[in-house]
C-alpha cells in the first residue's frame, strides 16, 4: 500500500512529462485535453495518499471524542495521544482533526506513515530554535511528539505541530480553555511549508531560467519554454499593462511575475498527492499581501498621498471625514487580499479532504462502494474546479496588486 | 480569529520573506529581464519587419503608378504621332493627287491643243490633197471626155441643156 502510493505519485510525475512532451508542439489545441489527462492522473494518487496519510493522523490522536469541533477535540485528548495508534481515520472529530493536521504546518515532511509499526514514511527537517542562543537539530529527535528533546538546561517537546518548552518529562500545562500555557521559543525551523517554498522557488528559478535562455537561440521558444511564454505575455499584457500603465509598469514586472508564478505553482502542487498546503497558511499569505503593501506605499505618489489625506474636489468637511476611512483602505486592500487567497485555498483542501472522508464516513449508509464512488466522483469534480480556483486565485492576487500599484502610480491630470 | 492567530507562524512568516525577496531578485536577474526584454525586442522586430513591408509595398504601389503613368503619356505620345504622321500622310496624299490632276489637266489641255491643231492640220492637207485629187480626175475625165468630136459636142449639149434647164 505505502510503496504502491509512492509509485503512484512517480507515475503521475512521470504522466504529467510525457503528456507534455506528446503535445509540446500542438499544446495550444489540446489544452482542455492535457488539463484531463492530467486531471485523471492525479486524483486517483492524491486518494490514495490522503488514505495513507490518514493513517498517520492517526498516530497523533488516540481516540475519538464527541466534541464538535477541532479545537475542543483537542481540549479532551489525554496528554499522552502520542504515543498510541488506532486503525485510521473513522469518525467525523479524526476526520476534522486529520483536515486540521494536514492544513497546518508541519516539522517533518512526511508522505504517508505505517500505523501498526509506528514508521513514518518521509524525512526529518532542521528544527532552528532561537532561546538562548540558536539551538539546531533535526526534526526526527522528536520521534514525531513521543520524545522530549533536550538542549543544554532547555527541554522542548512537540506537541499539535508546535514547539513548546517544558520540563525534563514533557508536562504540557492547559489554561481554562485547554490551550497549552507553556513558553514558546522563537521556532525559525525549516518546516514542511519553508521547505516546500524553497523547492517551488528552485523550480522556478529553474524553469523560467531555461525561458531565458531560450531565447539565446532564436526569438521563438522551444519545448515547454512555449508555454511558459503565453503565461508572461498574459501576466504582461492583461495584467500588469492595462491596470498600472504603459509607462511605468515594467518596475513593478519583477514582482508580479514572481508573484503570480509562485502562487500559481504553489495551488497547484497544493492539489498533488504531496499534502503540502502553502498558500492556505495565513503566514505565507500575509507576507505576499505585505509585499503589495510596502510596494503600494513606496511607490505611491504625489497624487496618491493627496488623495488618502487630503481628498481633491470635495468640501473641507468631507475632507476630514474620508482622511480616516482612505486611511484605513490603505490597510483593507492588502488585507482582503491575504484573506481571499488564504480562505480559497484553505477551502479548498478542506473541502477535497472532507469528501475523501466519505468513504469511511459513508460507508454505512452508502456501503462500500457506493461510499468510494460517490467520493471519488465528488473528489474529482471539486478536484476540476480547484485546479481552476489555482489559476484564478494567482491571477486574482496579481491582477488587485498590479490595481492598487496602478491606483497608487496614477497622474490625475484632471484635479 | 483565536485559532487564525494562534496558527500564524512567525518563523513560517520570516522564512517566506526573506526566500520571497530573495526569489524576487533572482527571478528579476535571471529570468524576467532577459524573457521581457526578448519579448520587446521580438515584438520591435515584427512591428518593424511590418512596417518595413508597409513601406515596401507603398513604394511598390508608388512605383506601379509611376509606370503606369509613363505608360499612359508614351501612349498618349505615339497616339500624338500616330495622328501627326496620318494627317501629314493625307497631306502628302492630297497633294501629290492635286498637283498630279493638274498636270494631267494640263497635259490633257496640252494634248488637246496639239490633237487640234494636228487636225485642223490633217484637214486642210486632206482638204488640199483632196482637191488636188480632184482636179486630177477631172482632168482625166476631162481628157477622156474630150477625146473625140462627139463627146465634145455631146457635152456641149449636155451643158447646153443644163444652162438651159437652169
Known amino acids: 500500500m505505502k510503496t504502491n502510493s509512492f509509485f503512484k505519485l512517480?507515475?503521475?510525475?512521470?504522466?504529467?512529462?510525457?503528456?507534455?512532451n506528446i503535445h509540446e508542439r500542438m499544446i495550444g489545441k489540446l489544452n482542455l485535453k492535457v488539463l484531463v489527462v492530467l486531471m485523471l492522473a492525479l486524483v486517483p494518487s492524491f486518494t490514495m495518499n490522503a488514505n495513507d496519510d490518514q493513517h498517520q493522523s492517526g498516530a497523533y490522536h488516540e481516540e475519538a471524542t464527541h466534541h464538535e469541533n477541532n479545537e475542543n477535540a483537542h481540549k479532551a485528548l489525554p496528554h499522552s495521544e502520542e504515543e498510541g495508534y488506532n486503525d485510521g481515520v473513522n469518525t467525523k472529530d479524526e476526520v476534522a482533526d486529520y483536515i486540521q493536521h494536514h492544513l497546518g504546518d508541519s516539522h517533518d515532511f512526511v508522505f504517508f506513515s505505517d500505523e501498526a509499526a509506528g514508521h513514518h514514511y518521509g524525512f526529518p527537517l532542521p528544527i532552528i530554535l532561537v532561546d538562548n542562543g540558536l539551538k539546531v537539530f533535526m526534526s526526527s529527535e522528536f520521534h514525531h511528539g513521543d520524545k522530549v528533546v533536550t538542549k543544554g538546561d532547555a527541554h522542548y517537546r512537540l506537541y499539535h505541530g508546535k514547539i513548546?518548552?517544558?520540563?525534563?518529562?514533557?508536562?504540557?500545562?492547559?489554561?481554562?480553555?485547554?490551550?497549552?500555557?507553556?513558553?514558546?521559543?522563537?521556532?525559525?525551523?525549516?518546516?514542511k511549508n519553508v521547505f516546500s517554498i524553497l523547492a517551488i522557488s528552485i523550480l522556478m528559478l529553474?524553469?523560467?531560467?531555461?525561458?531565458?535562455?531560450?531565447?539565446k537561440n532564436g526569438p521563438i521558444p522551444t519545448g515547454f519554454a512555449r508555454v511558459l511564454e503565453p503565461l508572461v505575455i498574459f501576466v504582461r499584457d492583461e495584467i500588469a499593462r492595462p491596470n498600472i500603465g504603459e509607462k511605468k509598469y515594467r518596475k513593478f514586472m519583477g514582482f508580479l511575475l514572481t508573484v503570480f508564478f509562485f502562487i500559481w505553482i504553489t495551488n497547484l502542487l497544493g492539489l498533488t498527492p504531496l499534502g503540502i498546503n502553502v498558500t492556505g497558511n495565513i503566514a505565507v499569505t500575509i507576507c505576499l499581501a505585505l509585499f503589495t503593501f510596502i510596494i503600494v506605499q513606496f511607490s505611491g505618489n504625489k497624487d496618491y498621498w493627496k488623495h488618502i489625506f487630503w481628498m481633491?474636489?470635495?468640501?473641507?468637511?468631507?475632507?476630514?471625514?474620508?482622511a480616516p476611512i482612505e486611511v484605513l483602505g490603505m490597510f483593507t486592500k492588502p488585507f482582503s487580499l491575504l484573506i481571499r487567497l488564504f480562505a480559497n485555498i484553505t477551502a479548498g483542501h478542506t473541502v477535497v479532504m472532507g469528501i475523501l472522508a466519505v468513504i469511511y464516513i459513508g460507508k454505512e449508509t452508502l456501503g462500500t462502494g457506493g461510499s468510494i464512488g460517490v467520493s471519488l466522483f465528488l473528489t474529482l469534480f471539486i478536484n476540476v474546479i480547484e485546479l481552476l480556483v489555482?489559476?484564478?486565485?494567482?491571477?486574482?492576487?496579481?491582477?488587485?496588486?498590479?490595481?492598487?500599484?496602478?491606483?497608487?502610480?496614477?497622474?490625475h491630470d484632471h484635479h | 480569529m483565536d485559532k487564525l492567530i494562534n496558527d500564524f507562524s512567525f518563523g513560517l512568516f520570516v522564512w517566506v520573506s526573506i526566500i520571497f525577496v530573495v526569489l524576487i531578485i533572482l527571478m528579476r536577474k535571471f529570468a524576467?529581464?532577459?524573457?521581457?526584454?526578448?519579448?520587446?525586442?521580438?515584438?520591435?522586430?515584427?512591428?518593424?519587419?511590418?512596417k518595413a513591408a508597409e513601406n515596401a509595398k507603398k513604394e511598390l504601389e508608388a512605383l506601379n503608378a509611376d509606370n503606369e503613368r509613363i505608360l499612359k503619356e508614351a501612349r498618349a505620345e505615339r497616339d500624338v504621332m500616330l495622328k501627326e504622321a496620318r494627317e501629314i500622310k493625307e497631306k502628302i496624299v492630297s497633294e501629290a493627287k492635286g498637283e498630279a490632276s493638274a498636270e494631267a489637266e494640263a497635259i490633257i489641255t496640252n494634248a488637246k491643243a496639239t490633237i487640234e491643231l494636228e487636225k485642223q492640220a490633217a484637214l486642210t492637207e486632206l482638204k488640199t490633197q483632196v482637191a488636188g485629187i480632184s482636179i486630177d480626175i477631172a482632168k482625166k475625165i476631162i481628157k477622156s471626155e474630150l477625146a473625140s468630136e462627139e463627146s465634145q459636142l455631146a457635152l456641149v449639149e449636155k451643158s447646153l441643156n443644163e444652162v438651159i434647164l437652169n
Open chain 1, 10 to 20: 512517480l507515475f503521475t510525475f512521470a504522466q504529467i512529462l510525457k503528456t507534455i
Open chain 1, 164 to 191: 513548546y518548552k517544558t520540563d525534563a518529562e514533557g508536562t504540557i500545562e492547559y489554561d481554562e480553555h485547554h490551550h497549552p500555557t507553556n513558553a514558546k521559543p522563537l521556532d525559525l525551523s525549516i518546516t
Open chain 1, 206 to 215: 529553474l524553469l523560467f531560467r531555461s525561458l531565458a535562455k531560450g531565447y
Open chain 1, 312 to 322: 481633491p474636489g470635495v468640501p473641507v468637511p468631507m475632507k476630514i471625514v474620508l
Open chain 1, 390 to 411: 489555482a489559476f484564478l486565485q494567482a491571477y486574482i492576487f496579481t491582477m488587485l496588486s498590479s490595481l492598487f500599484i496602478g491606483m497608487a502610480v496614477e497622474e
Open chain 2, 32 to 50: 524576467w529581464k532577459p524573457i521581457l526584454e526578448a519579448l520587446n525586442s521580438r515584438e520591435e522586430g515584427i512591428s518593424n519587419a511590418l
